[in-house]
């Protein structure tokens, strides 16, 4: 039996109080990054379930180090240079403009608002010009905000992040190479030598790596422990060199390989996605509980003035002269100089050089870890409750996403699009073939010339904007992999599919959509003898079971309830949505007006 001070317990219950945290901010809403945080200061400080510094002792620091690379890669994965068509001379600006002004911004932050001293308070301006990945990305995911606003905030965090860290390298440097007597301009050549070096490291790697899966040399059950193997290494070999240059090294791995024609590159990708999802909930949890009463008492009555200059002075002078000569509408550059969190990177970094620095003897020194923290929390806080507000009251918050994406143009595809528009729904019909889409052209239905697959991999569609998809395309066995390869992406309950033939109905993957499970070919003779979609909304007086003896005389097909919030839930052979009275039901009927009642 295991003791409760047992570490094979402390890791577990770090999974399930991390893990869990993320599963209750998806069910509320709430801020992931902020109930993590909360999460960890309760098992940590409050109730002393878990102590990190006691728990793991020397095999904390490298633990979070080596969580944070692989976070990194991650984020460098999901860099598309063909993002910056849109966003590409904004994140230009914010890494070369933004970065030397929010320095030199929070320098002077550091030194007039904290009363750090000026060596102190360079070394810590430059670690704030980072907003990490590990609290933007989590904090994008449940914002549907446009896509260029997205696209700046996840690159500058992407890209800053080993910035800021090697900011912090240059600095402690130079204090401990004799402050005003060292040699800046050797200091400087090392820290941007071992910078370029630990790109060429990087992006050697993701070349290797790339023309070896490509290849054929490594095979399928192996690439992903062969990726993330490879990231480790070239991290640690990047970091022997000079320390912090290995997430230089790992983000260009990542930028490389994001850009890189990479077979399984889909199946890596969310092998990546789960992995960090676990990474970000555990170093969370043990960021937050090393957080202990020492660090709290040192926290000095100046810090706030610090703080509330770098929220409402430091964050936004410095995007607004960074983006001052962009097209980038006024509204969208107040949005990313409100969101800026800090997280992993800012908090282990700090506490790294605090311990060297208090070590060497520079006085003041001690006063950084609780900073950190305080910048966290504050940030966390702030931004985490207030992005989705904010963004609403700017008018970049365009809702919880209620489209539905219908995959395959044919006459009962654009019918249906066409009634889904009619209801108020947004709705888009893709398929490969620029004749199969005339029609809806005509019809004015928003259409996607392409693969499907391939769009939303390459993030050229959003799918968060569908809470549906329907594939009913004239081949079973591509219907099929549509709902197998984007049910990650949608949700396994949220694709369906119509099958072509009766005989197709049930043996291939993903939902078969109507109860009977219909096939395109019979609803395409259907609308041809003149059926018609319609909706019947439930009430106290006309309750769902009159809805179906009326269905069932008739021989129509039930489609789908939406619920009065504009949920839409389909029904399918495989599923019946529960229907309540407020619901609308939609349907397929033949053309007998007594069928269905209007609504």
């Known amino acids: 039996m295991f003791a409760i001070d047992s570490l094979l317990v402390k890791i577990a219950l770090i999974g399930v109080i991390g893990i869990g945290a993320q599963w209750i901010a998806w069910r509320t809403g709430r801020p992931a990054i902020a109930l993590m945080l909360v999460a960890g200061i309760v098992a940590g400080p409050i109730l002393g379930l878990i102590d990190p510094e006691r728990d793991f002792g020397a095999l904390r620091e490298p633990i979070i180090k080596l969580a944070v690379a692989v976070i990194l890669f991650e984020g460098g994965l999901t860099l598309k240079f063909r993002e910056l068509r849109h966003a590409g001379a904004a994140v230009f600006m914010l890494v070369f403009i933004g970065v030397p002004v929010g320095w030199a911004l929070g320098t002077a932050a550091a030194y007039y608002g904290a009363g750090l001293s000026l060596e102190l308070s360079a070394l810590f301006g430059g670690i704030m010009v980072v907003t990490g990945p590990t609290v933007i990305v989590p904090m994008l995911r449940t914002l549907n905000i446009t896509p260029r606003v997205k696209h700046m905030l996840k690159w500058e965090a992407i890209v800053n992040d080993p910035i800021g860290a090697l900011l912090a390298v240059g600095i402690y440097a130079y204090i401990t190479h004799g402050g005003a007597e060292a040699n800046s301009t050797a200091i400087i050549t090392d820290v941007v030598a071992a910078s370029v070096l630990a790109m060429l490291i990087g992006a050697a790697a993701a070349f290797a790596l790339t023309a070896a899966f490509v290849r054929g040399w490594v095979p399928e059950y192996l690439k992903a422990p062969v990726l993330l193997t490879t990231v480790i290494a070239v991290f640690v070999l990047s970091d022997l060199v000079m320390h912090e240059t290995g997430l230089i090294t790992v983000t260009a791995m990542g930028v490389v390989m994001a850009n890189r024609e990479t077979d399984s590159s889909h199946m890596l990708m969310r092998f990546k996605e789960d992995l960090t999802v676990l990474l970000v909930s555990g170093v969370f949890i043990i960021l937050s509980a090393t957080l202990d009463w020492t660090v709290v008492t040192n926290f000095q009555a100046r810090f706030v003035l610090f703080l509330i200059l770098l929220l409402f002075a430091v964050r936004p002078l410095t995007i607004m002269i960074a983006l001052l000569f962009t097209r980038i509408p006024f509204k969208e550059r107040l949005f990313v100089a409100w969101i800026a969190p800090r997280g992993i990177v800012a908090a282990a970094v700090t506490g790294l050089f605090a311990l060297r620095l208090s070590d060497y003897g520079v006085p003041g020194a001690e006063a950084l870890v609780p900073l950190s923290f305080s910048v966290v929390i504050a940030t966390i806080f702030a931004h985490g409750f207030t992005a989705q507000p904010f963004a ?16 395959g143009a044919n006459s009962w595809t654009i019918a249906f699009a066409e009634f889904i528009k009619a209801q108020g729904s947004e709705v888009l019909i893709a398929d490969e073939s620029k004749f199969a889409l005339r029609r809806a052209r005509r019809a004015d239905l928003p259409v996607h010339q392409g693969d499907i697959l391939d769009a939303a991999h390459d993030d050229e569609l959003e799918m968060g904007r569908y809470q549906q998809l329907i594939a009913a395309t004239d081949n079973d066995s591509y219907n ?78 039930t489609l789908a309830v939406q619920r009065a919030s504009g949920e839409l839930a389909v029904f399918s052979m495989q599923h019946r949505p529960p229907v309540e009275p407020g619901d609308t039901l939609w349907t397929f009927v033949p053309p007998d007006p007594v069928v269905v009642p209007a609504a």
Request: proline share 3%.
């Open 392 to 407: 609403r009251w700017l008018g970049l918050d365009r809702g919880k996403g209620n489209g539905v994406l219908l995959v």
């Open 480 to 557: 099929a992999l549509v709902c197998s390869e984007l049910a990650p992406e949608v949700g396994h309950d949220r694709v369906s599919r119509m099958p072509v033939t009766a005989q197709a109905g049930a043996k291939r993957r993903g939902r078969v959509l109507t109860l009977g499970g219909t096939p395109i070919e019979e609803q395409l003779d259907r609308l041809q003898a003149g059926w018609s979609f319609g909706r019947t909304r439930i009430t106290e007086k006309f309750s769902y079971a009159d809805f179906v003896a009326r269905m069932r005389a008739s021989g129509g097909d």
